[in-house]
């Protein structure tokens, strides 16, 4: 599944997305490692999509992706995942100009793609499952539902 992107990062590389793997303890689906390969990261052209069961918000976007070695660091993948202390399997992928993120849920073996509402997080520090909200079954189900802005 191809996305495009403007403002990327510079290409990457199996043996970093490997360390990648490593230093946050994590074996990354096929389809975010082909993207990382073939994208690593960037600003898409279509970055709308719904966010079932958040009513308050039913529509999110994806401001930014991020990369292996991005800049500036606040788009790096590693440390933007090393600057929280989330649950073991949740990656933060991209980011939607808000203070939110879109992530990956790898826990139980599942490949979901969610969006972390984090307001509560920024006020008390506290981790709180009910602030995730399924977006997508699959990374490539989720680059499928992206739209552009509708005028």
């Known amino acids: 599944m191809s996305i495009e992107l403007k403002e990327g990062n510079e290409p990457t590389s199996g ?8 230093a946050l303890s994590i074996a990354l689906p096929e389809a975010y490692r082909s ?4 994208a690593n990261g960037g600003r898409p052209l279509r970055p709308v999509f719904p966010i079932a069961g958040m009513h308050s918000n039913p529509i999110g976007h994806v401001n930014f992706f991020f990369g292996i070695g991005a800049s500036p660091e606040s788009y790096d993948l590693q440390k933007t995942n090393e600057f929280y202390a989330l649950p073991k399997g949740i990656v933060l992928i991209a980011e939607n100009g808000m203070g939110d993120y879109i992530c990956l849920d790898l826990r139980n073996g599942k ?4 969006f972390w ?9 506290e981790w709180r499952e009910k602030d995730l909200y399924l977006i997508a079954r699959s990374f490539g189900e989720f680059l499928a539902s992206l739209r552009p802005w509708s005028s």
């Open 15 to 22: 043996q970093a997305i490997a360390e990648l793997e490593n």
């Open 35 to 38: 993207f990382l390969l073939n």
């Open 111 to 114: 490949e979901h793609v969610v």
């Open 117 to 125: 509402d984090h307001r509560h997080f920024w006020g008390t520090g």
